[in-house]
């Protein structure tokens, strides 16, 4: 578990950078397109589109995917 996952997971606020931490773990872990769905299904084409309402649902869907 990362920084990024336990505070998402515990309820804390979900910031851009911990978004942007997930993102980079999902390429890490070779699933940079299905991490670009995610997005996409939650309303923006690249990050910085992504409205703050959605970082929490974003990280989770990101977290699940990560893990598998």
Do not use: C, W, Y
């Amino acid at each position: 578990d990362t920084k990024e996952a336990r505070q998402a997971e515990a309820g804390d606020v979900v910031t851009l950078e911990m978004v942007r931490g997930l993102l980079g773990q999902s390429v890490v872990a070779k699933k940079q397109q299905e991490a670009l769905q995610v997005l996409h299904k939650h309303g923006a084409k690249m990050l910085p589109e992504l409205t703050e309402d959605k970082f929490a649902a974003v990280a989770a869907d990101l977290q699940a995917l990560i893990n598998g």
